[in-house]
């Protein structure tokens, strides 16, 4: 059993942080446990200079009287966590002091919740704003344990997230590793050996342990600094003083008692929204945003063992000019199924990249419709055609999102003897029941006549074998009437024909009933073509040649 630990030290400052503000919170914490360095910003494409760039704002999280958590940028200027709100203004002029809001904090800490779904069904809340995953059976689905860290790592970092991570054999022992982390108390944050856990947790502070706020006192009256000191004390004494808990605590996270969890739960529908604190003009800056809300649809569809085979994407306007709609949606359907991150950000960036906003957009909203069952592809040691269907689908649908759909087209076989209308073209789709070539329904019977008897005269041929298929690939878009010479058609040279009659009369019921004789012709050089004769009035017309 392996459980990865997500800790985020900084979920109260980002949940209620400007979203598409430059200087998103990524990279290191500082030694303090509520600061972090300065760090680089960054622009999101195509998002027009905020006023808060040109006054250089910074932003903290603050109470009535002192900071509580500081951005990058004012931890750069100065500002610490317990400043008081008069000296952190001080230090930094264009400090924007935000109050917590704890219903926008739990709706982030789900958000990321359900994107994590898709590494594990088994996602727990745990205190301090961490979540733990229980991943030992999907390790080698993932490449194993450093790429599947290196994945999770990318998720929260896409959702906006500053993360620590620590992985452990257990839910505890990889809580405290991320605790460690987070504070700068250990370097060792992976560990994959319940006794290796055991001398690692030993050597860490029991200021780390989630009873230390509640105990810190007597704690340090006995003299216990590590989880070693405390686990070495007599067992009796720690049970009369600190009740049971604390000694189940540390049996848990060593790994010698059982940790039964609760998991989060996946909603049966999905509908995510996100609330843009900065105006957006441009539609190729909205996936900047809506990366987040792919994220989580992604984790929901593999919670529910789902693919995904369109989506709507709900824009809010700013209502700056009095002609504007008040939302407006883009709706993206493809061919095959899919629950692949990567492929619906790229199909939904190539619509955003051919899109023109009526309005400034101050909100998103994500719909997923048309959910399908998701098949899983089987493994075999040699490739099969069919294994290339998805990548060939996948190839379609981007040309299709590049060009528009209506320029990617498929063939198919219809149900109809006359040839002209025996195929169609159709917006092309991978679910779509392909009908083999086959010879239609109910083939008229084919007869000979005397006519076609008697225009057997002489004409001097190659010895060249019939076509093997008995109608050309090559067919006219309007069949091409024939002049007749000595009662022999004419095109550019005089026509012998070579079969017997194949009488095709249908169409009466739609009103565009056709009676036709086809026969298989050559003339003296050796070319083949494929003509009829109709049974009222015995015009010759061409349809089509063999190559």
Same mark, same amino acid.
């Given at each position: 059993?392996?459980?990865?630990?997500?800790?985020?030290?900084?979920?109260?400052?980002e949940?209620?942080?400007?979203?598409?503000?430059?200087?998103?919170?990524?990279?290191?914490?500082?030694?303090?446990?509520?600061?972090?360095?300065?760090?680089? $910003?960054?622009?999101?494409?195509?998002?027009?200079?905020?006023?808060?760039?040109?006054?250089?704002?910074?932003?903290?999280l603050?109470?009535?009287?002192?900071?509580?958590?500081?951005?990058?940028?004012?931890? !750069?200027?100065?500002?610490?966590?317990?400043?008081?709100?008069?000296?952190?203004l001080?230090?930094?002029?264009?400090?924007?002091?935000?109050?917590?809001?704890?219903?926008r904090? /739990?709706?982030?800490?789900?958000?990321? =919740?359900?994107?994590?779904?898709a590494?594990?069904?088994?996602?727990?809340?745990?205190?301090?704003?961490?979540?733990?995953?229980?991943?030992?059976?999907?390790?080698?689905?993932?490449?194993?344990?450093?790429?599947?860290?290196?994945?999770?790592?990318? /998720?929260?970092a896409?959702?906006g997230h500053? *993360?620590?991570?620590?992985?452990?054999?257990? =839910?505890?022992?990889?809580?405290?590793?991320?605790?460690?982390?987070a504070?700068?108390?250990s370097?060792r944050?992976?560990?994959? +050996?319940?006794t290796?856990?055991?001398?690692?947790?030993?050597?860490?502070?029991?200021?780390l342990?989630?009873?230390?706020?509640?105990?810190?006192h007597?704690?340090t009256q006995?003299?216990?600094a590590?989880?070693?000191?405390?686990?070495?004390?007599?067992?009796?004494?720690?049970a009369?003083?600190?009740g049971?808990?604390?000694?189940?605590?540390? *049996?848990?996270?060593?790994?010698?008692?059982?940790?039964? $969890?609760?998991?989060f739960?996946?909603?049966?529908?999905?509908?995510?929204?996100?609330?843009?604190? =900065?105006?957006v003009?441009?539609?190729e800056?909205?996936?900047?945003a809506?990366?987040?809300?792919?994220?989580?649809?992604?984790?929901?569809?593999?919670?529910?063992?789902?693919?995904l085979t =369109?989506?709507?994407?709900?824009l809010?306007?700013?209502l700056?000019?009095r002609?504007?709609?008040?939302?407006s949606?883009?709706?993206?359907?493809?061919?095959?199924?899919?629950?692949d991150?990567?492929?619906?950000?790229?199909?939904?960036?190539?619509?955003?990249?051919?899109?023109?906003?009526?309005?400034?957009?101050?909100?998103?909203?994500?719909?997923?419709?048309?959910?399908?069952?998701?098949?899983?592809?089987?493994?075999t040691l040699?490739?099969m055609?069919?294994?290339?269907?998805a990548?060939?689908?996948?190839?379609?649908?981007?040309?299709?999102?590049?060009?528009?759909?209506?320029?990617?087209?498929?063939l198919?076989?219809?149900?109809?003897?006359?040839?002209?209308? !025996?195929?169609?073209?159709r917006?092309?789709?991978?679910?779509?029941r392909?009908?083999?070539?086959r010879?239609?329904r109910?083939q008229?019977? /084919?007869?000979?006549?005397?006519?076609?008897?008697s225009?057997?005269?002489v004409?001097?041929?190659?010895?060249m074998?019939l076509?093997?298929?008995?109608?050309?690939?090559?067919?006219?878009?309007?069949?091409l009437?024939?002049?007749?010479?000595?009662?022999?058609?004419?095109?550019?040279?005089?026509? +012998?024909?070579?079969?017997?009659t194949?009488r095709?009369? /249908?169409g009466w019921?739609?009103?565009?009933?056709?009676? $036709?004789?086809?026969?298989?012709?050559?003339?003296?050089q050796?070319?083949m073509?494929?003509?009829?004769?109709?049974?009222?009035?015995?015009?010759?017309?061409?349809?089509?040649?063999?190559?």
């Open positions: 059993m392996l459980w990865i630990a997500v800790t985020l030290p900084l979920l109260p400052l949940a209620v942080r400007p979203l598409l503000l430059p200087g998103p919170l990524v990279g290191q914490l500082p030694d303090q446990p509520h600061g972090h360095p300065s760090e680089a $910003r960054t622009q999101p494409p195509g998002v027009p200079d905020a006023p808060d760039a040109q006054d250089s704002r910074c932003y903290a603050a109470d009535h009287a002192r900071v509580l958590i500081p951005d990058p940028d004012a931890f !750069a200027l100065g500002v610490h966590a317990g400043n008081t709100r008069a000296h952190a001080a230090l930094a002029p264009g400090l924007v002091l935000l109050e917590p809001d704890p219903a904090e /739990t709706r982030a800490f789900e958000a990321l =919740a359900l994107a994590l779904l590494y594990t069904p088994k996602v727990s809340f745990a205190p301090s704003h961490t979540l733990l995953l229980e991943v030992g059976s999907g390790l080698r689905l993932f490449g194993g344990v450093r790429a599947l860290l290196a994945k999770v790592a990318s /998720t929260v896409d959702c500053t *993360a620590r991570i620590a992985c452990a054999p257990t =839910a505890w022992g990889a809580w405290t590793l991320a605790q460690a982390r504070t700068r108390v370097r944050w992976r560990v994959l +050996k319940e290796t856990l055991a001398c690692v947790l030993d050597t860490l502070p029991v200021t342990a989630p009873f230390a706020a509640q105990h810190d007597a704690l006995i003299g216990c590590s989880l070693g000191d405390l686990r070495r004390l007599p067992r009796e004494g720690i009369r003083r600190f049971d808990g604390v000694l189940t605590w540390l *049996a848990q996270a060593r790994g010698e008692a059982p940790d039964p $969890r609760v998991s739960s996946a909603p049966p529908s999905f509908r995510a929204e996100l609330e843009l604190q =900065a105006r003009e441009s539609a800056a909205l996936l900047f809506a990366r987040r809300l792919v994220m989580q649809l992604a984790g929901w569809l593999a919670a529910q063992h789902a693919a =369109a989506f709507e994407l709900r809010e306007h700013e700056a000019s002609h504007a709609p008040r939302t949606s883009l709706t993206l359907a493809w061919a095959a199924p899919s629950r991150a990567a492929h619906l950000l790229w199909l939904l960036r190539e619509k955003l990249n051919q899109t023109e906003l009526a309005a400034p957009v101050i909100g998103l909203a994500l719909v997923a419709s048309g959910v399908t069952e998701y098949a899983v592809p089987n493994d040699f490739p055609p069919e294994t290339s269907d990548s060939i689908a996948q190839l379609f649908e981007r040309i299709g999102a590049r060009l528009g759909e209506q320029n990617v087209l498929q198919f076989v219809e149900d109809d003897h006359r040839p002209e209308r !025996a195929m169609a073209a917006a092309y789709r991978s679910s779509a392909r009908t083999a070539a010879k239609p109910g008229p019977q /084919t007869q000979s006549k005397d006519a076609a008897a225009m057997q005269s004409l001097d041929l190659p010895d074998p076509p093997s298929q008995p109608r050309p690939a090559w067919l006219l878009e309007k069949p009437k024939l002049a007749v010479r000595d009662d022999r058609p004419v095109y550019r040279r005089p026509l +012998k024909t070579l079969t017997r194949e095709i009369e /249908t019921w739609d009103g565009e009933g056709v009676g $036709r004789d086809y026969y298989v012709a050559a003339d003296d050796g070319r073509f494929w003509l009829y004769r109709e049974r009222i009035g015995g015009q010759w017309y061409l349809q089509g040649f063999f190559g």
